[in-house]
């Protein structure tokens, strides 16, 4: 089955600082590449998501790159803010009936 | 905007008994899901529900799991009885369509298992 991998595990930033985070796939056959948010005690919110047939997708300060050949995904954050501290976990689905797999999360930390 | 909704929010329950998680999916969804997370931990899939029926279940979903939409509006969890390794934070979500369609969680249902 599908595996997703996701770096790192925590990233500390300073307020204003970009943050990137990183995760890789497995199954090639894999073409929805969706960011959830998730706030402690809270339920995983999307923020931006791609399909396997765009490179790059970006919302106001987050933006999303895609690699297929590479099979690898990023989410960027521009002008982080305290409010951006969260858990967000990638994932990975082959469409059908749209089963996620989800990376392992990275806990972002901004610092004012 | 709709949101999926979950009762309860938390649920405490012994060893061996039966709990029933309840989900209100989005209205004009037709794909619903059901996840876990542990603690600390990524959120793992469940089982997927399309047209009455389990489209796809993972190997957490075995004979202890059923899943039923009983009405035009609830989709429901039922660990038959439960074990302390149960307790876990379960998020419903729904879909609209087959294929990348993007899915909306559900706040979770806190199982706590003593």
């Known amino acids: 089955g599908e595996n997703v991998e996701q770096h790192p595990s925590t990233l500390s930033v300073q307020e204003g600082d970009s943050a990137v985070i990183k995760c890789t796939y497995s199954?090639?056959?894999?073409?929805?590449f969706p960011w959830y948010k998730q706030e402690l005690g809270k339920r995983p919110q999307l923020i931006i998501d791609?399909?396997?047939?765009?490179g790059e997708k970006k919302d106001q300060r987050i933006a999303v790159t895609l690699n297929k050949t590479a099979k690898h995904f990023s989410l960027h954050i521009t002008e982080t803010q305290p409010e951006d501290s969260a858990v967000y976990f990638c994932?990975?689905?082959?469409?059908?009936?749209?089963?996620?797999?989800f990376g392992k999360g990275t806990m972002l930390l901004v610092s004012p | 905007e709709p949101e999926v909704t979950q009762t309860p929010s938390h649920q405490v329950t012994q060893m061996g008994q039966e709990v029933i998680l309840r989900c209100v999916p989005i209205s004009n969804h037709l794909y619903f899901y059901w996840y876990r997370q542990i603690l600390g931990q990524k959120v793992e899939f469940l089982v997927s529900f399309y047209n009455n029926e389990i489209s796809e279940k993972s190997e957490i979903f075995d004979d202890q799991f059923s899943v039923e939409r009983p009405d035009g509006s609830n989709f429901t969890l039922k660990i038959r009885s439960t074990k302390l390794e149960d307790s876990a934070m379960y998020f419903c979500?729904?879909?609209?369509?087959?294929?990348?369609?993007?899915?909306?969680f559900g706040p979770g249902t806190r199982l706590t298992v003593t």
């Open positions: 791609i399909r396997s047939n765009v």
């Open positions: 994932a990975a689905s082959k469409g059908g009936y749209s089963t996620l797999t």
């Open positions: 979500a729904s879909s609209y369509g087959q294929g990348p369609y993007e899915q909306y």
């Open positions: 199954d090639s056959a894999s073409n929805y």
